[in-house]
């Protein structure tokens, strides 16, 4: 049961460069989201995709790019990487409606600088 | 959209003793509350949710309590042990997706 993975585990870059996160998952569920976590704002929503080929904005969207084409994968891209995107990247998955339990991967630390 | 409180921010507690973590949200149309649990190095895992026509959920050691009147729910772990120190994090759910509250870092010493 590999579940939800998200790779790298951990990225340094620098500031201006595009970078993608990558996430994969084997349930074929329906929902997928990206949240980024920083202390002292818990996760907060950057995009979601009900379906492939659905996605939408969450709370923090400004400087990322998703796409969804296949419904196993839902990968995240910093276009010009700036330091306040310094953070930890969770991407999760939910089966067939938003408020059914997520399932979360182990995150991506991302390091800009 | 929705804001969710979180209090408090750091809790320790003895061994055996209980711990209670509180939060608050605003958008009265919620109906789905969830709460995480997250360990160190690892992604958040559910570990109790709540809807909106339960007041009460137990499950072992852990409780979550709601009062939509007033808006706010609370969890509630009795017999703490050390692999319960974590993060924990409540959550409600939007008009799109879960809000997340900023968490409490749970200490329990032995």
């Known amino acids: 049961d590999a579940g939800i993975t998200q790779s790298p585990r951990y990225k340094i870059t620098e500031t201006g460069r595009q970078v993608t996160l990558m996430c994969h998952q084997t349930?074929?569920?329906?929902?997928m989201f990206w949240y980024r976590q920083d202390l002292g704002h818990g996760l907060r929503l950057i995009y979601y995709?009900?379906?492939?080929?659905?996605?939408d904005k969450g709370e923090v969207p400004d400087g990322y790019v998703v796409s969804r084409s296949k419904t196993e994968n839902f990968p995240l891209t910093l276009e010009s990487a700036t330091r306040s995107q310094t953070s930890v990247y969770f991407c999760?998955?939910?089966?067939?409606?938003?408020?059914?339990?997520?399932?979360f991967g182990n995150g991506t630390r991302l390091t800009v600088t | 959209g929705e804001n969710v409180e979180q209090h408090p921010s750091t809790l320790s507690v003895q061994e055996g003793d209980s711990a209670v973590i509180k939060c608050t949200y605003s958008?009265?149309?919620?109906?789905?509350f969830p709460w995480y649990k997250q360990e160190l190095g690892k992604g958040p895992q559910l570990i109790i949710d709540i809807r909106s026509n339960v007041g009460e959920k137990k499950d072992q050691r852990i409780a979550v309590t709601l009062n939509k009147t007033a808006k706010h729910f609370s969890l509630h772990i009795t017999e703490t042990q050390p692999e319960d120190s974590a993060v924990y994090f409540c959550a409600v759910m939007g008009r799109r997706a879960l809000t997340f509250g900023s968490g409490t870092r749970l200490q329990v010493q032995p």
């Open positions: 999760a998955s939910a089966n067939d409606r938003p408020n059914s339990p997520l399932h």
């Open positions: 995709s009900a379906a492939a080929d659905i996605t």
């Open positions: 958008d009265s149309a919620s109906n789905y």
């Open positions: 349930w074929s569920h329906s929902y």
